[in-house]
């Protein structure tokens, strides 16, 4: 049984930081590509950040680009996004999910965690 569970959400004003983190637990972590997702209220969800197996090469959304920076410690079995300079825009539910593809696309991730909300106060 694959499980993940993300934790690390809040409520943060408006330029300021924080860092999730997302536990893996059931198969062999450091053979995945993670990703990290967001659904704003009203919103479909979108694609925030992707990492391969060893963390070689990353791809981020351009909504995040040179703000957020996403990281994962295979040992620990555990993938974080640090998200500073936050926005109000960033307000969402923040998810991560596994795939073994590198790709944005959320069809392709076929485990999700539950999610961890993040609310940015302007």
């Known amino acids: 049984q694959v499980t993940l569970v993300e934790s690390g959400g809040g409520v943060v004003e408006d330029g300021g930081s924080l860092r999730l983190s997302c536990a893996a637990s059931g198969r062999p972590y450091s053979r995945t590509v993670m990703g990290w997702f967001r659904q704003a209220p009203g919103k479909g969800r979108e694609f925030v950040a992707l990492i391969r197996a060893r963390g070689t090469s990353q791809l981020y959304a351009d909504s995040v680009k040179g703000r957020f920076t996403i990281s994962r410690d295979n040992p620990k079995n555990i993938m974080y996004l640090q998200m500073n300079s936050l926005k109000a825009e960033d307000t969402a539910l923040y998810y991560c999910?596994?795939?073994?593809?590198?790709?944005?696309?959320?069809?392709?991730?076929?485990?999700w965690g539950q999610g961890t909300q993040v609310t940015v106060a302007s």
């Open positions: 999910a596994w795939s073994e593809q590198y790709t944005t696309d959320q069809s392709t991730y076929d485990i």
